[in-house]
Nanobody, 125 residues
Framework: QEQVVESGGGLVQAGGSLRLSCTASRLRFSDYGMGWFRQAPGKAREGVSC????????YYADAVKGRFTISRDIAKNTLYLEMNSLQPEDTAMYYC??????????????????WGQGTQVTVSS
């Protein structure tokens, strides 16, 4: 199975923090620029943050700059998203996938079969 598995979501109050994780058993994240995406009910999916294959560059959506931090552990083949100062507008289902870089688009080599179930983040006011 090549799907990724996201975890770490939950219900938090505004101002709180969460740390999301994404891992896969067969996909090697070091082969891709990887990123986090989110989709709120009734809204289109949007890119949140990307990290390049080398890990040298990281990109963030304006809405999360200064609050979210993307990182990865190559040895564990795990991608993380540290989310601080969460706001109700951050409420969404969060997914990880290959990422194209500064444009925060899903990578063109990412198969639909790779998508995971996502992890729900709900921020109460």
């Amino acid at each position: 199975q090549e799907q990724v598995v996201e975890s770490g979501g939950g219900l938090v109050q505004a101002g709180g923090s969460l740390r999301l994780s994404c891992t896969a058993s067969r996909l090697r994240f070091s082969d891709y620029g990887m990123g986090w995406f989110r989709q709120a009910p009734g809204k289109a999916r949007e890119g949140v943050s990307c990290i390049t294959p080398s890990g040298a560059s990281r990109y963030y959506a304006d809405a999360v700059k200064g609050r979210f931090t993307i990182s990865r552990d190559i040895a564990k083949n795990t991608l993380y998203l540290e989310m601080n100062s969460l706001q109700p507008e951050d409420t969404a289902m969060y997914y990880c996938a290959a990422c194209s870089g500064s444009r925060l688009n899903v990578g063109t080599t990412w198969s639909n079969n790779y998508w995971g179930q996502g992890t729900q983040v709900t921020v109460s006011s």
